[in-house]
């Protein structure tokens, strides 16, 4: 007869016909029991409702089955920025036939850096991705040196230790992008900025100014900050400053949205007035007036490959190469 209560370990065993250490072996995940064993304890364990005590099994694997994304930007940005949530839908569905959950902590630049450190010295999680991070950010080298499985989304500025790290090739995408807008005959052409402590952001300028000096043209830039506002901002800028420009590359889609709205203010057409082309290929590229030509990255397949990584390094790999991936320009109807 089955006692009243929460089920144990015991009781898992008894049923079973095995003894307790074979079945923390089997909750445990451990390789060196027979088959028919498992499916034995299993079958015990189905019947009485047990629930291994995760505090416990945690003092015996060592893991908390529990993996943290860390963001180093404000509340609003991650909740408004689509690219946010094309990388945790990647991580998620890699997570998902796994035993980790996902833990979110959202860092601002002005949070306790050492507050972060101490949660992930602390034995919370198993391993940390680190996604949009600031070469600002002092954090970022005691982060890669710390004795927890860590990757980074892009390349970490200042970071001078080898670490594992997912991105694409921005500067070849935003020199595509560009180069599509000189093909369609535009001569000048404006770029809007991403934040130039971000690996995205000088890459992306980096291959507009490619672009731009290979055509032998100047070049004209604002100065933006993967927000809407400062899309906004940069782009009022850049027509007060050169009201000529016929061309728009923007760095990131929502940025671009935000281009294409002052210049509708501005009674400038698109395209054909000034064109625009974006960067991401996110929800928002179908969504605007015109709908916008953009560079594609791949933001769920890299958020993926980010948890992949992280779960083989959990389980032992030593892994510190960077992975890059391409982009591919999509042409809709603003450029």
């Known amino acids: 007869m089955i006692e009243s209560g929460s089920p144990t370990l015991e009781q898992v065993a008894a049923l079973a016909g095995v003894s307790r250490a074979t079945v923390s072996r089997v909750v445990n995940g451990s390789p060196k029991v027979l088959p028919e064993t498992v499916a034995a304890v299993e079958r015990a364990i189905g019947e009485l409702g047990y629930v291994p005590n995760r505090a416990a099994r945690a003092l015996v694997t060592r893991r908390t089955d529990s993996v943290a994304i860390v963001v180093p930007e404000p ?38 850096d050492q507050r972060l450190l101490r949660y992930l010295r602390g034995g919370h999680v198993d391993g940390a991705i ?48 560009v180069e599509h807008l000189l093909s369609i005959g ?23 100014k490619q672009a731009m ?26 027509l007060d400053d050169h009201p000529d420009l016929d061309a728009l590359f923007v760095a990131s889609d929502l940025m671009a949205t935000a281009a294409l709205r002052v210049l509708a203010g501005r ?11 974006g960067f991401d ?16 990255q791949p933001v ?21 190469t960077p992975e890059i991936y391409s982009t591919e320009l999509v042409i809709r109807d603003s450029a």
Do not use: C, W
Request: proline content about 7%; glycine content about 10%.
């Open 213 to 238: 000096q290979a055509a032998g043209l100047p070049e004209l830039i604002g100065y933006g900050d993967f927000t809407a506002d400062g899309g906004e901002q940069a782009t009022l800028r850049l």
């Open 130 to 177: 680190i996604i949009s991070h600031h070469g600002r950010d002092n954090v970022l080298q005691e982060l890669a040196q710390l004795p927890l499985p860590i990757v980074f989304s892009a390349r970490p500025l200042g970071v001078e230790a080898p670490v594992a790290s997912v991105d694409v090739d921005n500067v070849a995408g935003a020199r595509t992008g």
């Open 281 to 296: 290929d996110s929800v928002l590229a179908t969504t605007t007036t015109p709908k916008l030509t953009t560079v594609r």
């Open 75 to 112: 509340d609003s940005r991650v909740f408004s920025d689509p690219f946010f949530a094309g990388m945790l839908s990647g991580v998620s569905r890699t997570l998902a036939p796994t035993p980790s959950q996902l833990v979110l902590l959202i860092e601002p630049a002005e949070a306790d």
């Open 300 to 320: 769920e397949q890299l958020g993926a490959r980010l948890a992949e990584i992280l779960l083989a390094k959990i389980a032992g790999a030593d892994l510190t």
């Open 267 to 277: 009674g400038r057409r698109v395209p054909a007035d000034v064109a625009v082309v």
């Open 186 to 208: 535009r001569t000048k052409i404006a770029t809007v900025t991403g934040p130039l402590d971000m690996t995205a952001g000088i890459d992306r300028l980096t291959g507009y």
